[in-house]
């Protein structure tokens, strides 16, 4: 097989928890002109049903299924809809998170924590579980998980350390869970990303020019990420290109952790 052949989906089929916009929605993108069809999974039908309408351009079959996937009861009802109405699923991104909440951990309440936590890390194993769990008796799969430097590092200056800690968890949860599926042909590998001008943080920042300013003065590279600079590393992890590559987390930040 060709160097570029082995990127290639064609006859897979990937499914993307958020993927109806920002990261997920470039990440999605890229693994669909590569070939493969999607499942979609958000909370607004009418941004999904938004994307379904751009990717469809791709010419692949593409499905959503709106879903909130930060409540542990409607996450594993809405996998085990995935896999029985759109299964068998090759790839799974386990996208969505966020930090949402940026209190300092003296106030935060415990309600509050445990929220973050099961957005970003309970909605992790769930889907795993049941999505990834289907691929072991098809012996191919590739689960990529969507951390964040800040499982890495704290980001200085703001409050809301379960997401730190979720995302750290979410780090570690990839390296175990690949050690034990590593000779059962599925992957698990996680991606941290460093700041992308995802649209929340372009509005964010139109409001306040001057963090955007310290943002990129925090960053060697100068610049925050585009979404679509996120998609090749998706495609690598999503492919066969990536077949001796398990329990990693890659770094894609501009060089932000560098200093
Ligand atoms: N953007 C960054 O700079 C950055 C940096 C580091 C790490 N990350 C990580 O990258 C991932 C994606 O970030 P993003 O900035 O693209 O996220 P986002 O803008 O918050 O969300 C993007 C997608 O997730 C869906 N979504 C959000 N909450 C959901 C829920 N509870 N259930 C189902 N779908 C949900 C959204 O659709 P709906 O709103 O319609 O549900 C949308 O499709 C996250 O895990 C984040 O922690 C992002």
């Known amino acids: 097989m060709s160097i570029l052949d082995q990127f290639r989906l064609e006859g897979r089929r990937a499914c993307i928890t958020g993927g109806s916009r920002g990261l997920g929605l470039a990440v999605s993108r890229g693994l669909a002109e590569a070939g493969a069809d999607l499942v979609l999974i958000g909370r607004e039908p009418e941004a999904l049903a938004t994307a379904k309408e ?47 909440i940026p209190t300092p951990t003296e106030e935060l309440e415990l309600s509050d924590w445990q929220r973050i936590i099961d957005l970003n890390l309970t909605s992790c194993f769930l889907w795993s579980k049941l999505l990834g769990g289907a691929m072991l008796p098809r012996g191919w799969g590739r689960i990529i998980n969507i951390a964040s430097i800040s499982g890495l590092i704290a980001t200085r200056g703001i409050g809301g350390r379960s997401y730190e800690t979720s995302k750290a968890a979410m780090i570690q949860f990839t390296r175990a869970l690949a050690a034990d599926w590593a000779d059962r042909g599925v992957t698990v590998n996680a991606i941290a990303p460093g700041g992308f001008l995802t649209d929340p943080n372009v509005r964010w920042f139109s409001e306040r020019p001057e963090l955007r300013t310290t943002m990129e003065s925090m960053v060697p590279m100068g610049r925050l990420g ?18 001796y590559m398990t329990g990693s987390t890659l770094v894609i930040d501009g060089g932000y952790t560098l200093w």
């Open 226 to 243: 585009q979404p679509h600079e996120l998609a090749g590393l998706a495609l690598y992890l999503a492919s066969d290109a990536s077949s």
């Open 54 to 100: 751009e990717l469809s351009a791709t010419g692949r079959r593409i499905d959503i299924l709106p879903a909130d996937v930060g409540d542990p009861g409607s996450s594993e009802a809405a996998a085990r809809r995935v896999l029985s109405e759109f299964g068998p699923i090759d790839i799974l991104v386990n996208n969505v998170g966020g930090r949402r």
